[in-house]
């Protein structure tokens, strides 16, 4: 089974950045296709990115499109989320996990497991 740690999140302004990383262990994260989500208050927990085992397919929610960017290392464990032009409405819980059906094209939560304990952003404006 493979564990994973977010770390990253903050409190930052509108129009900044932040970079949040999941790491791995138990497990060589190279095995699996990971995601990110995210939770605000009052909200179900909502795809914003994943990442296919290689790192050579990626895919984004359209309210983050042109703004954040996934990335991985598998020699380091670990599987970035670069976040840029930072919105108020970003704020939120961020979670990782791996996908079960080994796909990046996954969106839903049924489709994840191992989920991290998350790591919060919030964006003032």
């Known amino acids: 089974q493979v564990q994973l740690v977010e770390s990253g999140g903050g409190l930052v302004q509108a129009g900044d950045s932040l970079r949040l990383s999941c790491a791995a262990s138990?497990?060589?994260?190279?095995?699996?296709?990971v995601g990110w989500f995210r939770q605000a208050p009052g909200m179900e927990r909502a795809f914003v990115a994943a990442?296919?085992?290689?790192?050579?397919?990626?895919n984004y929610a359209e309210s983050v499109k042109g703004r954040f960017t996934i990335s991985r290392s598998n020699a380091k464990n670990t599987v970035y989320l670069q976040m840029n032009s930072l919105k108020p409405e970003d704020t939120a819980v961020y979670y990782c996990?791996?996908?079960?059906?080994?796909?990046?094209?996954?969106?839903?939560?049924?489709?994840?497991?191992?989920w991290g304990q998350g790591t919060q952003v919030t964006v003032s404006s």
């Open positions: 996990a791996v996908t079960t059906s080994g796909s990046s094209r996954s969106v839903q939560t049924a489709e994840y497991a191992s």
């Open positions: 138990g497990r060589p994260l190279s095995g699996y296709a």
């Open positions: 990442i296919s085992r290689a790192g050579s397919i990626t």
